[in-house]
């Protein structure tokens, strides 16, 4: 079973910066699709940036310019660099998977079967 843990959220300010890890229990990495999503008080999950297996990037356009997603296959870890940060970036930030090897690379939001507990994110004006 893969587990995956979120880690790096807390307190900002407004124009700051914060790095999220996703760590696998598995060797996952380096052979799935990983994403990152974020759930604000009151409002639906929505997708923030995914890396597919073969490395290909995409960020949904709130965040375009300003996060960066990546991986480090040997520490089994997805990180999400994330800079000029806004106060409506304030969520809980999480990260999933499809939890198969070599699938799609831009999965949609029904197929990714195994998530995060989640990390906070605040951003303060």
């Known amino acids: 079973q893969v587990q995956l843990v979120e880690s790096g959220g807390g307190l900002v300010q407004a124009g700051g910066s914060l790095r999220l890890s996703c760590a696998a229990s598995?060797?996952?990495?380096?052979?799935?699709?990983m994403g990152w999503f974020r759930q604000a008080p009151g409002k639906e999950r929505e997708f923030a940036a995914v890396?597919?297996?073969?490395?290909?990037?995409y960020y949904a356009d709130s965040v375009k310019g300003r996060f960066i997603i990546s991986r480090s296959n040997a520490e089994k870890t997805v990180y999400l660099q994330m800079n000029s940060l806004k106060p409506e970036d304030t969520a809980v930030y999480y990260c999933a998977t499809p939890g198969r090897p070599y699938g799609s690379e831009y999965p949609s939001l029904h197929e990714y079967d195994v998530w995060g507990q989640g990390t906070q994110v605040t951003v303060s004006s």
């Open positions: 890396i597919s297996w073969r490395g290909a990037t």
């Open positions: 598995a060797g996952i990495v380096s052979s799935y699709t």
